[in-house]
C-alpha cells in the first residue's frame, strides 16, 4: 500500500493501527506470541512486524507509522525508547507498572465515570476492575470525555489527592494522565 501522511488513506490505516497498538500492548500481547518485559517493553521491530504482516504493510512503513502514532498521540499512550516500546497505561495484562515519570501530582484530580457506577464507587471506592490500576485526569474536561466512554451523560467525581499522597497513598504520572492502585471512598467526592 502507497501512502502519502496527509491522505485519508494514512490517517485511516493510522487510527486503526493505534487501536490495535492499545490492545497488543495492554490486553494480548500474547496472541501474537509477542513478549512483554516486566515494565510492558517490547522490541519496536517485533511489533513493527506484527503490524505489518496485519495491516499489509512493510516493516519500514509499520515502523513510521508507529513512530508517528507515538508521537502525535494526545493522550502520550504509548512511548518509544531504544528500539523498545510500550503502553504508558491501560494494561490488563500482569506488569510492572508502580514506575512514574516524576512531575507534580496536583492536588484535586478527577475521574469521569457513568451514572450507574456512581454509587458503588462512593461505597467501595475507585477500583481498577480489568486493569492494572485506577486511572485519574488532571482536568475535568478529559474526565468527561473518559466517562463519555461508558455513559451519554457521565458523572465527575473530584478525588483529593493531596490527603491520598498525605496519607501514603501512592500516585503515578503515566504522561497526562495520573494512575494509582484504589482510591477509598473517603477521598471521592461528586464535582458534578
Ligand atoms: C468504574 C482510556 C463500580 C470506573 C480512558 C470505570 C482512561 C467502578 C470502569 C483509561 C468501581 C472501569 C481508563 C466500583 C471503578 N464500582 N464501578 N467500585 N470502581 N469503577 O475503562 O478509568 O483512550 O477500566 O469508574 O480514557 O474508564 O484507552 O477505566 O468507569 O484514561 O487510552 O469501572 O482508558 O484511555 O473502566 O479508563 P476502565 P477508565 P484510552
Request: include cysteine; charged fraction near 35%.
Amino acid at each position: 500500500m502507497s501512502m502519502d501522511r496527509e491522505s485519508d488513506d494514512f490517517n485511516e490505516v493510522r487510527e486503526r493501527v493505534s487501536r490495535f497498538l492499545s490492545g497488543l500492548l495492554r490486553h494480548f500481547p500474547d496472541r501474537f506470541s509477542l513478549k512483554l518485559d516486566r515494565y510492558g517493553w517490547a522490541e519496536l521491530e517485533k511489533v513493527a512486524g506484527i503490524v505489518g504482516e496485519r495491516y499489509r504493510l512493510s516493516s519500514e512503513e509499520a515502523t513510521r507509522i508507529i513512530k508517528e502514532i507515538v508521537e502525535s498521540d494526545p493522550k502520550g499512550r504509548f512511548e518509544l525508547a531504544d528500539g523498545m516500546i510500550r503502553a504508558r497505561y491501560g494494561h490488563s495484562v500482569k506488569v510492572d507498572v508502580n514506575w512514574s515519570e516524576g512531575g507534580k501530582i496536583p492536588p484535586v484530580l478527577y475521574h469521569g465515570t457513568s451514572r450507574k457506577a456512581v454509587k458503588s464507587i462512593l461505597e467501595k471506592g475507585l477500583l481498577p476492575m480489568k486493569r492494572r490500576e485506577v486511572h485519574l485526569c488532571e482536568n475535568v474536561s478529559d474526565a468527561v470525555m473518559v466517562g463519555r466512554r461508558y455513559d451519554k451523560y457521565p458523572v465527575v467525581l473530584k478525588i483529593n489527592a493531596r490527603k491520598m499522597l498525605e496519607d501514603g497513598y501512592t500516585i503515578r504520572r503515566k504522561g497526562k494522565v495520573l494512575t494509582t492502585d484504589y482510591v477509598p471512598p473517603e477521598y471521592i467526592s461528586v464535582h458534578r
